[in-house]
């Protein structure tokens, strides 16, 4: 119903910045809001941020707020999760996923993209 693919993750240093991409085709119109996750080696998969399909509302974990900041391109189909003052602690896999209206859950993720941090 709805497709995923990440993009823009990349190796940087400590302080430095990235723009992740997320780019959703299928049934769009169905979508109630898109989420960014992030899954380390050996920890469970956490929430990062959260943007509804409107763009009117938005959510972030403490970890990262002030930080990154989440947005999105209706007419691309595309959300985005500008990454700043990268630490080491923010190395992971970085998935998008999308719920859809009427969804308790988010039902469609894409395959992820790597983010890693050197210090």
């Known amino acids: 119903q709805v497709q995923l693919v990440e993009s823009g993750g990349g190796l940087v240093q400590a302080g430095g910045s990235l723009r992740l991409s997320c780019a959703a085709s299928?049934?769009?119109?169905?979508?109630?809001?898109m989420g960014w996750f992030r899954q380390a080696p050996g920890k469970e998969r956490e929430f990062v941020a959260a943007?509804?399909?409107?763009?009117?509302?938005?959510t972030y974990a403490d970890s990262v707020k002030g930080r990154f900041t989440i947005s999105r391109d209706n007419a691309k189909n595309t959300a985005y999760l500008q990454v700043n003052s990268l630490k080491p602690e923010d190395t992971a896999a970085y998935y998008c996923?999308?719920?859809?209206?009427?969804?308790?859950?988010?039902?469609?993720w894409g395959q992820g993209t790597q983010v890693t941090v050197s210090s």
């Open positions: 943007i509804s399909w409107s763009g009117r509302s938005t």
């Open positions: 996923a999308a719920r859809m209206f009427g969804g308790s859950k988010y039902a469609y």
């Open positions: 299928g049934r769009t119109s169905s979508i109630y809001d």
